[in-house]
Structure formats: C-alpha cells, structure tokens
C-alpha cells in the first residue's frame, strides 16, 4: 500500500475511501505507540484520532520529498501528546496553586517529611550519576522550568540535540530511581 499516494488522494479530493485506509492501518497503530511511551489506553485512543482528524484536515501539507507518510503521521502523534502533556501539567499546576490558596496549611506528618526528604535525595543523587551535559539540560528544562529553544540558545546546541539529552536523562533517571 503506499500511504503517501492515499494521503495525496485524500488532499486533492477529500477521498473518504483513501481516508478510511489510512485510519484502519495508522490509528491502532498510533494508539500502540502512544500506550508504549506510558500514556492510559483511553487517552491514547484520543491522541490517535485526533491524529488521524489532522491527517484529514492537513494532508494537502503533506510533502513526501521531506518524510515518509508514516513518519509525518507519527510526527502528529508525538506533537499532539506532546501538547497534551503539557496543557494536564499546565491544568495540575493550576489546581494545586488554587488548592493552595483555599486550604489552609496543614504540617505534614513526620512520616510524609521523611519520605519527601528521601524522594529528593533519591533524586538529587540520581541528577549526580548522569553526564555533566544531561544534568544540565534536566536542570534547565525540569527545575529552572526553562522552555526547550531558550536551553537550546542558552547553551549554544541545536534543539534536537537538547531534546535528546533530555530524553536520554530521563531513561537514565528512571533506570537509576527503579533500582
């Protein structure tokens, strides 16, 4: 089957035919992708068709001198979960400053301080066993809550190779907190 001829199909005519292809091979595989990078099946479903109604509505930007169209559509994937992540951990932080001004403050119990002592030092002694360059970026971008581009322009790398010291420092973080 060649996917860049269908979704060239579904851009110049709007062929639902095409289209329906295109779903039925991509969107279980999309979902997979999604469930395997940690996400709830439920929200990867979503993620999935919503990637497939962007296909729709954008496949006449589709170019195949630039990407295959299994590469283009899993790009979508990654950005819509990408943006999804980000709008829940915009909406958590939200609830937890409205939460903090409604409820008064309360002390931990001795056992909560202590755990949340030993989280950090975990944590802390975790960021001190990966390279000079990925504590760096996870610092940056987790704690300093600095945006990609800005570390990027900051340290004078290309983005890509920013995102994948992070992505590679977060494997190494998990690797070391699972232990």
Known sequence: MEWAELIGRVAAHGDRGAFKLL??????????????????????????????????????QFDPATAGAAAWIFTIARNLRIDSARAAARQAKAAV????????????????????RDDV??????????????????RMSFIDEQPHGEIAAKLGLPLGTVKSRIRLAMARLRDLLDD
Do not use: C, Y
């Open 97 to 116: 400053s409205a939460e903090q001004h409604q409820t008064p403050d309360v002390m931990d119990s001795p056992e909560t301080m202590m755990t949340r």
């Open 121 to 138: 030092s975990r944590v802390a002694a975790a960021l001190e066993r990966l390279t000079e360059e990925q504590s760096t970026v996870i």
């Open 23 to 60: 779903f039925e091979h991509f969107a279980p595989r999309v979902k997979g992708f999604l469930v395997k990078t940690g996400m709830n099946a439920d929200a990867a479903e979503e993620i999935a068709q919503m990637t497939l109604l962007a296909v729709w509505r954008k496949a006449a």
